[in-house]
């Protein structure tokens, strides 16, 4: 596997999009803090020091990439003891606090995966109007971890979970606010409320509302409430 190493970058996933023609994949470009860290819908990803920041790129027509990549953190994380949660489509939650991030994009037939998640950092590193909402592995641990070593961890977890047809019920046993009313923001900004009865089998967010269930594909946030 190619590893391209940063101590600190702008953005994994701004460097690997800039230098896509050029590196091969399977390859990693990973960072231990990031100053412009990208987050879903033009949103900031905070990277302080001490994190794990990094873009898989991999060339792979997989349906279920956007199940597979949460769940593999979420086995990853198991093996050093943190039991986390998925909120649809894709963060990942201890105790209800975020705790990682996930950006996939596609460039070609280019699958490029970031990945971000709060490590050897502080709770205090973090910008005062989000520090309620996150939380570390150095929190919950009060010990630092090998961040690449969690990185290649995630990797391989995500090559290997290809039991496809375990997938969808491995995604709704780690899915947070199953059968709770959530109120979603819609791409276009319209916000619509219901609740949330599971996924599609590739991976799409099945909601009921006004007694009829439906499918969504994308969204920019969701709240349960
Ligand atoms: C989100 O929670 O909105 C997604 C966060 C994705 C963050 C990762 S960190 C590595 C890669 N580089 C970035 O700039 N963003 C992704």
Known sequence: M?????QKINSTQEYAKLNINSIVPPAIIIAKEQENG???HGRRFY????????TFIIEWNNPYLSMLVPLS???????????????????????GKKIAGILIEN????????????C???????????????TT???????NINTEELCVLIVEKLLTISNYGDIKNMFLKRM??????????????????????????????IIKKNGKTTEIKSIEKLIII
């Open 73 to 95: 953190i979420t086995e990853a994380l198991d093996e050093i003891g943190i039991y986390t949660e998925i909120l649809w489509p894709n963060d990942i939650l201890f105790n």
């Open 2 to 6: 190619n590893i391209i190493r940063f």
């Open 120 to 134: 050897n950092n502080r709770i205090s590193d973090f910008p005062e109007g989000i520090k309620d909402s996150l």
């Open 47 to 54: 990277s302080p020091e001490g994190g794990l920041y990094f």
């Open 38 to 40: 990208k987050g879903r």
């Open 176 to 205: 947070k606010g199953k059968g709770e009313n959530a109120k979603i923001k819609m791409d276009d900004g319209t916000i619509i409320e219901g609740q949330i009865q599971g996924i599609s089998d590739t991976g799409g967010l």
């Open 137 to 143: 592995i150095y929190e919950i641990k009060k010990e």
């Open 107 to 118: 460039i070609g037939e280019k699958n490029l995966i970031g990945i971000g998640i709060n």
